[in-house]
T-cell receptor, first 113, second 112 residues
Framework: EAGVVQSPRYKIIEKKQPVAFWCNPI?????LYWYRQNLGQGPELLIR????????DSQLPKDRFSAERLKGVDSTLKIQPAELGDSAVYLC???????????FGQGTRLTVV | GNSVTQMEGPVTLSEEAFLTINCTYT??????LFWYVQYPGEGLQLLLK?????DKGSNKGFEATYRKETTSFHLEKGSVQVSDSAVYFC???????????FGDGTTLTVKP
């Protein structure tokens, strides 16, 4: 069974440019998470979806970040415009509804120059 | 709020040495506790978990026991291998909130 798939693996952009990350969760997993992992730190939750509904986006900087999960499967996280401080690894994870164990993708390493 | 504090690294050991990585937490309610491992260039992988007090999680020779009285979930392995070199993250999952809180990670390097 395929795991959580993210693309791209790496992205380098200039500040003020837009960028988007894509995630395909494990088939059948209702819950999808986007985390941001700064260098030397643990992941921090940005947004959590239950199917297509964003049930926790309290940590998402809504002035520049947006996310969607159309049809409750794939998800896209967008940053517009990007700032230098957005450089980080963006991790997607999924789980079955109500389960505590999450499965992570390999992440997208974003570098803003 | 919820928080996880784990031993600062980096930790460098010789092969076959004993490993302990300390982890303590603060949480409301009764969270599940996890250790994740992140190998270079890869995402986080679940290493082991425990869902209630006094449970012991184990996998690949690693163990951790959920200690409610000391709010701890220390990771141990009796004999580490070079292939265990990675970053280890302690985490808790609050079922009511539906989200996990991670520690900052501990980098382990095992030398032959």
């Amino acid at each position: 069974e395929a795991g959580v798939v993210q693309s791209p693996r790496y992205k380098i952009i200039e500040k003020k440019q837009p960028v988007a990350f894509w995630c395909n969760p494990i088939s059948g997993h209702n819950t999808l998470y986007w985390y941001r992992q700064n260098l030397g730190q643990g992941p921090e939750l940005l947004i959590r979806y239950e199917n297509e509904e964003a049930v926790d986006d309290s940590q998402l900087p809504k002035d520049r970040f947006s996310a969607e999960r159309l049809k409750g499967v794939d998800s896209t996280l967008k940053i517009q415009p990007a700032e230098l401080g957005d450089s980080a690894v963006y991790l997607c994870a999924s789980s079955l509804r109500g389960e505590s164990e999450a499965f992570f993708g390999q992440g997208t390493r974003l570098t803003v120059v | 709020g919820n928080s996880v504090t784990q031993m600062e690294g980096p930790v460098t050991l010789s092969e076959e040495a004993f490993l302990t990585i300390n982890c303590t937490y603060t949480a409301t309610g009764y969270p599940s506790l996890f250790w994740y491992v992140q190998y270079p260039g890869e995402g986080l992988q679940l290493l082991l978990k425990a869902t209630k007090a006094d449970d012991k999680g184990s996998n690949k020779g690693f163990e951790a026991t959920y200690r409610k009285e000391t709010t701890s979930f220390h990771l141990e392995k009796g004999s580490v291998q070079v292939s265990d070199s990675a970053v280890y993250f302690c985490a808790l999952h609050n079922t009511n909130a539906g989200k996990s809180t991670f520690g900052d990670g501990t980098t382990l390097t095992v030398k032959p």
